[in-house]
């Protein structure tokens, strides 16, 4: 298991800004809101966290104070104090409702790794049984308790989290208060506003401290609260003393607060969070020495480490968080003692320019860097540094005191060739570039550094570069003082590599391909193009009219080199003839196509047949009502009168694609058609009745040329006229017809007409 020391602590948090430190995570519905750190809004079903990625060690305990507040509505949930085993890889919030984000809750799993929860209930849930939750205030059972501050101990997942010990702020007795110490959790209701000030009624702030107990296992809780219920009567009570906690903590803890809003609402915040060590007093400030037998080598960047050997540190597990410098120790002793104040490394303690050079403190523990001037070669500089550890003790201050040594004066580093000094070379793969030393003085040393890093045995004035990497020449007087050359930075330019999905296809048949359009960051100013094949080649800008079809090969360079990447396999087709897409369309097996052939009507199915090209492997049809099909002649019912547009859209196996768009006219729901005569002696063609398609009921009247009606129907399943009246077979000749119907969109039709009877 990893061991973690207070490393941010003491830590202090206002929330009072727009933003807050790195290590403090906000979630679900939390927000920094004017001032403060809203957990909840004051609405229904609200939910929200933070907690502080920090972990410390549980050995010498904690202490916090914070305000809280809680005001606006009508009453629900509360808000949650919780610690969590540091160690828990995902950090997972508990359930909400009335277990406040801590506690298991039906079938919620309660807060990752939990250790300590403390619950500050408005409505009652969090003190019971209900909701799934384990154990409560004596005799609670599932029945809420409202106004409420209850200790729960660990758990994880959907064990533990069982009730440890609680106070009722508005009730008396011995889970209870004093009658003149009552005072509700919520600081008002429905209009109410956040109370800041300590002499108003509504103030709440509490102050939690866990000290190792002295029996070694857990803590003794304290809680006490300061709240105002009348005006300029601010109150301190002790809700909590020493309450046993009885379970072994993890090695490591993390704290962080939840609230919850349920069918009731509040608003839930906090600010003013400060949290250090509940046993401070076993604590002890680092010892310091003072410092005087370093030297540094003038005009050079000089590292340094303050370590165990120059200060004692004293405290369990720590370790230097900050590095402080100042000129005097009238400075240090002017440094505020205020507990936030104490946790800040203040950026102007952490530099400090001097006339003999600049002292800057580093992210290393306890490192620093001196750049001295060459004016003070000979000299030394006195300083006073302070460290302070993660606990937030800090030591009283001590003397550095540094020689200043002279440097040698800085090599020229050139390439050989030449003796040119250049600042970047760029190589091909396998090529090499010789380096050159150029010295006025000799060295006593001589190394040569890659990326920083010195090169074992590269001892010379001249170096083989054979890998990328900044280069530097540096010379060593006998005095051990070294100055760096000037940089050069050696590349092996990669050219840029392409995953193309061959092939490239042209769907116009004689329009070039633009290929550039296919190389992710084609960029001319940095590289150089070439697609060669088929006896042919494109560079560069000529990559954008690619008119013939083939197999290429493409390369890239940069173009301060002269070698080509290895080649690309690209393949290009381009049509010889445009992609046709085409289509008819009828009454399906009638040929009618319009209304010139009859007319389509509603209900008819229209067959729609493809005479697109033969290459065509997918066809997408549009019907113009929403519905669609894939298949390659298919059939639709539109059910309606209307202009459709149909559309169909053809792919070939190259994935060009055609266009086609034709419109069908449905105008009318009904159809009527008579014959022109009829034969009652022959077998076929024996009665009188015409054809018809829409009408909903129908009447058909036959007359002879005096105008006497000789038969009547209005059976719209009639067989019609069989050419008789009274039973008797009337002799050939001219009659006369008239239909009055009703279409199926209630359109009346009405037709009338001559036609024979043949005998």
């Known amino acids: 298991m990893n061991v973690f020391a207070q490393s941010g602590f003491p830590y202090c948090e206002t929330f ?23 957990l909840t809004n004051n609405q229904v079903d609200q939910r929200g966290y933070v907690y502080i990625d920090i972990p410390f060690s549980s050995a010498y305990g904690i202490k916090t104070s914070f305000e809280f507040f809680s005001y606006g509505g009508n009453g629900a949930d509360g808000l949650a104090f919780f610690l969590f085993d540091a160690e828990v890889p995902n950090f997972s919030i508990g359930g909400f409702g009335g277990s406040l984000g801590y506690s298991k809750r039906f079938d919620e799993p309660g807060l990752a790794g939990a250790y300590m929860g403390v619950g500050f209930d408005e409505f009652g849930n969090f003190g019971n049984t209900a909701e799934g939750k384990n154990g409560g205030f004596l005799g609670a059972g599932t029945s809420y308790v409202p106004n409420s501050i209850v200790i729960r101990g660990p758990g994880n997942g959907f064990s533990g989290y069982e009730f440890i010990k609680g106070k009722k702020t508005m009730d008396s007795g011995p889970d209870g208060l004093a009658e003149d110490q009552f005072f509700p959790i919520s600081s008002g209701g429905i209009g109410t506003t956040r109370v800041t000030d300590l002499n108003q009624p509504g103030y709440r702030k509490a102050n939690i401290s866990l000290t ?62 400060i949290v250090e060590v509940a046993n401070d007093e ?68 952490r530099l400090l320019v001097m006339p003999e050079g600049i002292f800057q403190a580093t992210d290393e523990s306890g490192g620093f860097l001196f750049t001295p001037n060459l004016e003070y070669v000979g000299e030394e500089v006195s300083i006073y540094y302070t460290v302070t550890d993660n606990y937030g003790k800090r030591s009283q201050g001590n003397s550095l005191t540094i020689k200043i040594l002279d440097s040698p004066p800085p090599m020229e580093l050139v390439q050989a060739e030449g003796e040119e000094r250049v600042e970047d070379i760029f190589l091909c793969g396998g090529e090499t570039v010789l380096l050159k030393g150029i010295n006025e003085i000799d060295y006593s040393q001589i190394e040569w550094r890659k990326d920083g890093v010195k090169i074992p045995g590269a001892e010379g004035l001249e170096y083989i570069v054979k890998e990328s990497g900044i280069y530097t020449i540096v010379g060593f007087n006998e005095r051990g003082c070294s100055i760096s050359s000037n940089e050069i930075e050696v590349t092996y330019p990669e050219a840029p590599t392409y995953d193309i999905e061959n092939p490239i296809v042209g769907c116009i048949p004689g329009e070039p391909i633009d290929l550039t359009s296919y190389l992710e960051g084609f960029d001319l100013s940095i590289y150089d193009y070439l697609l060669t094949g088929n006896g042919i080649s494109f560079k560069n800008e000529q990559l954008k009219e690619v008119a013939v079809s083939g197999n290429y090969d493409l390369t890239v360079k940069p173009k301060s080199l002269d070698c080509y990447s290895n080649p690309i396999l690209i393949e290009i087709i381009i049509l010889e003839e445009e992609l046709v897409s085409d289509f008819e369309f009828e009454v399906q097996g009638s040929g009618i196509t319009g209304d010139m052939d009859g007319g389509i009507f509603p209900d008819d199915v229209i067959q729609f047949n493809n005479l697109s090209d033969d290459s065509s492997v997918i066809w997408s049809w549009d019907f113009g009502d929403g519905s669609t099909s894939k298949l390659e002649n298919p059939t639709h019912v539109y059910g309606a009168k209307g202009e459709y547009d149909i559309v169909l859209t053809v792919e070939n196996e190259l994935g060009c694609l055609a266009t086609s768009t034709k419109r069908l006219s449905i105008t009318r729901s009904y159809r009527v058609m008579f014959p022109s005569g009829f034969t009652p002696n022959e077998t076929e063609n024996i009665t009188f009745v015409p054809k018809f398609k829409g009408i909903e009921s129908m009447e058909l ?28 077979l009337l002799d050939a000749g001219i009659f006369i017809y008239r239909f009055n119907g009703i279409a199926i969109d209630g359109e009346k039709v009405t037709k009338t007409g001559k036609f024979r009877l043949i005998r």
Not at 16 to 38: C, F, H, M, N, Y
């Open 701 to 728: 009247l036959i007359f002879n040329t005096w105008g006497e009606l000789i038969f009547q129907t209005d059976a719209i399943d009639t067989e019609g006229w069989d050419g008789k009246l009274d039973g008797k």
């Open 212 to 273: 190792p107990n002295p029996s070694g296992i857990g803590y003794l809780i304290t809680l006490v609260m300061d709240y105002t219920v009348e005006q300029n009567k601010h109150r301190t009570i002790t809700i909590f003393q020493d309450v046993p906690f009885p379970y072994i903590a993890p090695q490591n803890l993390k704290l962080g607060f939840s609230a919850s809003t349920g069918g009731f609402t509040n608003f839930h915040e906090i600010r003013n969070l």
């Open 282 to 349: 076993d604590l002890l400030n680092p010892e310091g020495s003072d410092i005087s037998d370093w030297e540094s080598c003038a005009a050079t960047e000089n590292s340094f480490y303050i370590t165990e050997e120059q200060v004692e540190l004293l405290n369990d597990n720590s370790s230097i968080s900050c590095l402080q410098f100042f000129r005097t120790l009238e400075e240090i002793e002017g440094i505020s003692e205020d507990i936030c104040e104490q946790a800040k490394c203040n950026e102007e303690n």
């Open 16 to 38: 009072d800004s727009k933003i807050t430190q790195p290590t403090t995570i906000l979630g679900a519905d939390a927000q920094l809101v004017e001032g403060a750190l809203r």
